[in-house]
């Protein structure tokens, strides 16, 4: 049987950003916090702008699939 997805909404820069997954354990949201962090900090200027537009996450296993508001496609990042 599958797991149900959760919400969770986390603060980023002044926005609200929901956050999609199957595994709500803290650890995980605090290690999405961390990267996307490090990536606004020290990421490619794409990864930034993606960043700046950000409207949703989903996470899968250990990626975060990254969904922008402006930018066409998605972003997948590795949170370990």
Not at 30 to 36: G, N, S
Not at 70 to 80: C, I, P, Q, V
């Amino acid at each position: 049987m599958d797991k149900p997805v959760k919400k969770v909404i986390i603060e980023f820069h002044d926005n609200v950003i929901p956050v999609y997954c199957m595994d709500d354990r803290r650890g995980t949201i605090d290690a999405l916090k961390e990267v996307l962090e490090r990536k606004w900090k020290t990421g490619r200027q794409l990864v930034q702008r993606f960043l700046s537009h950000l409207d949703s996450v989903e996470i899968e296993g250990s990626e975060a699939i990254l969904y922008s508001k402006r930018e066409r496609g998605t972003l997948a990042l590795s949170l370990y």
